[in-house]
């Protein structure tokens, strides 16, 4: 795992799956659906306006039925062709929160992520 404050490159083309993720504030309300299988600590949710996507449930503070986000989140993931640098805001179960030189931020994979110097 990348530890936060890491220097990295992006080492693989990965491609956004949703254009308009879900976010929320502290204490926003949720419906938490289903986990997932791959993730097994991120789970479907939804908020009141109607967004969803996979939220890890370190921002959750239930993992089914009406849940409050405990923390800020936003579930942007960057589209990346590899060979950008940045550095890594935080990294949960395979995934890494990213703010690259070019100024975008966002989660990508880990395994697209190498530490660089």
């Known amino acids: 795992m990348k530890a936060a404050g890491s220097r990295i490159i992006v080492g693989a083309a990965y491609t956004a799956q949703y254009a308009d993720p879900i976010s929320f504030r502290v204490g926003d309300r949720l419906d938490v659906e289903r986990q997932d299988a791959e993730f097994p600590e991120s789970y479907w949710c939804r908020n009141d306006g109607g967004k969803q996507g996979w939220v890890h449930v370190e921002y959750l503070s239930a993992r089914a039925g009406s849940a409050v986000g405990l923390k800020s989140y936003s ?13 890594v805001i935080e990294a949960l179960d395979g995934w890494v929160r990213v703010d690259l030189d070019d100024g975008r931020k966002g989660w990508i994979p880990e395994s697209v992520v190498q530490e660089s110097s």
């Open 75 to 87: 579930a942007r993931e960057l589209t990346v062709t590899g060979g950008e640098h940045g550095q």
